[in-house]
């Protein structure tokens, strides 16, 4: 791409107030050349426009982003995805990255930051916000590698979502939750519901805030 070329975007979030503020926020710095809500119109910006970058929101309704960018991906390996999230969560930030992502910057980044991040990897880099990388490298205890739909459900559990209303909200049957609720309970070596309970409000953050 032409030093002087602005950067073909392409913004997956399903919040339109979000895309719009990124919209003013990237006026003269990138070309936005479409939006998506949802996957499927993700894969049809992405097919019509072929853009060099996506934005992609960790958290959406239908399917995360760490999926939707290993997907799109898999049909578009010369696509660039910097993903932008609410959440600086490690273990987040490794699956984008094993998932393809060149990038991860934190929503409440300062707008500059933004910027350098789309910049660096346009040209072929990596970025992450400084936030990021201070957790990436802080010293923490190893703990078992959760699934992604593992990972959803602590989340959920994190906020104080039941059984029944994680189901509602994943498209899952309460049989299902509850399984994975088991095998998270075995992973992580804990007794209980309640210790369940306190280790998710303690190490999670939501995916779908």
């Known amino acids: 791409m032409d030093a002087t070329q602005l950067a073909r975007v392409v913004l997956i979030d399903d919040h339109p107030l979000v895309r719009d503020g990124l919209k003013a926020r990237l006026a003269g710095l990138a070309e936005v050349v479409g939006e998506a809500a949802n996957a499927g119109e993700a894969f049809q910006v992405v097919e019509a426009e072929r853009p060099d970058l996506?934005?992609?929101d960790v958290g959406m309704k239908d399917i995360n982003g760490i999926e939707l960018t290993a997907q799109l991906l898999a049909g578009h390996?010369?696509?660039?995805?910097?993903m932008l999230s609410m959440y600086d969560n490690p273990e987040y930030v490794n699956r984008a990255m094993q998932a393809g992502a060149r990038g991860y910057v934190l929503k409440d980044a300062?707008?500059?930051?933004?910027?350098?991040?789309?910049?660096?990897?346009?040209?072929?880099?990596?970025?992450?916000?400084?936030?990021?990388a201070g957790r990436q490298f802080r010293a923490q205890t190893p703990r078992p590698v959760m699934s992604m739909r593992e990972s959803e459900i602590l989340a959920c559990l994190a906020k104080g979502r039941s059984s029944k209303q994680i189901a509602d909200d994943l498209n899952l049957s309460v049989r299902t939750v509850e399984t994975h609720r088991q095998n998270i309970k075995r992973k992580l070596k804990l007794a209980g519901q309640a210790e369940l309970i306190k280790y998710a409000v303690e190490h999670c953050r939501s995916l779908d805030e």
């Open 110 to 132: 300062p707008a500059e930051d933004i910027v350098r991040a789309i910049e660096a990897v346009s040209a072929g880099g990596s970025f992450l916000s400084q936030a990021v």
């Open 54 to 56: 996506v934005l992609m």
């Open 77 to 82: 390996p010369q696509l660039k995805v910097l």
